[in-house]
């Protein structure tokens, strides 16, 4: 399911991660091996498995955060291109509160790992700096069918999200100006 990558920050994992509990074994004893409660998790203690579980860290309630397997952290988080986490706004988004509180617990927003998510949407930038042009002088069904191909590429990347935000954010803002030249036609 996850490939290589931490199941919360996306992080490469490779041979130094480890297997973490969604909810506490000391909380949920019955949970210890039941597959739904386990995830993959990169080693950092500045964010997301080591750094929910840190002894001193603040209480919280398991319930209130985004299960990345069952809830679908798209439609709740949204990552910026500068690289930051911030929750989902508008219609169909989930409680931001449970957003904010998946942020703040599994620390989504570690200044480290926004530098790498910004990094990794850099790099993938660089590999045609001239994509948001592009889109934009696409036919919409055509550009729809570039972004699509582009996730099917990337979606094993490091930090996929913030490259999958960045393509389907350029692909919706496309839609007024759309209905702006039909109008002016």
């Known amino acids: 399911m996850q490939g290589t990558h931490c199941a919360y920050c996306e ?3 490779g041979e130094r991660g480890h297997i973490e509990h969604f909810r506490r074994r ?3 004893g019955a949970l ?6 386990l995830f993959l998790s990169c080693e950092s203690p500045d964010h997301c498995g080591h750094f929910q579980d840190r002894s001193g860290g603040p209480p919280y309630d398991p319930g209130d955060l985004i299960k990345p397997d069952a809830e679908g952290p798209d439609l709740a ?15 169909g ?3 931001p509160r449970r957003a904010q ?3 703040r617990v599994l620390g989504l927003d570690d200044g480290g790992l926004t530098a790498l ?8 930038r660089r590999r045609d700096p001239s994509i948001l042009d592009g889109l934009l002088a696409l036919p919409s069904d055509e550009a729809r069918e570039y972004v699509r191909l582009e996730l099917a590429e990337t979606r094993e990347q490091p930090y996929a999200s913030v490259i999958r935000h960045f393509l389907e954010r350029a692909v919706a803002d496309r839609q007024p100006r759309e209905a702006d030249d039909r109008g002016a036609a």
Not at 32 to 37: A, L, M
């Open 117 to 124: 998510r910004r990094r990794a949407l850099q790099g993938y």
């Open 101 to 103: 509180e998946t942020i």
């Open 26 to 28: 000391s909380d949920h």
């Open 93 to 95: 988004a989930p409680d």
């Open 77 to 91: 988080l949204y990552f910026h291109s500068n690289g930051e986490v911030r929750p989902r706004s508008g219609p």
């Open 11 to 13: 992080g490469e994992v």
């Open 32 to 37: 210890t091996f039941d597959w739904s409660n």
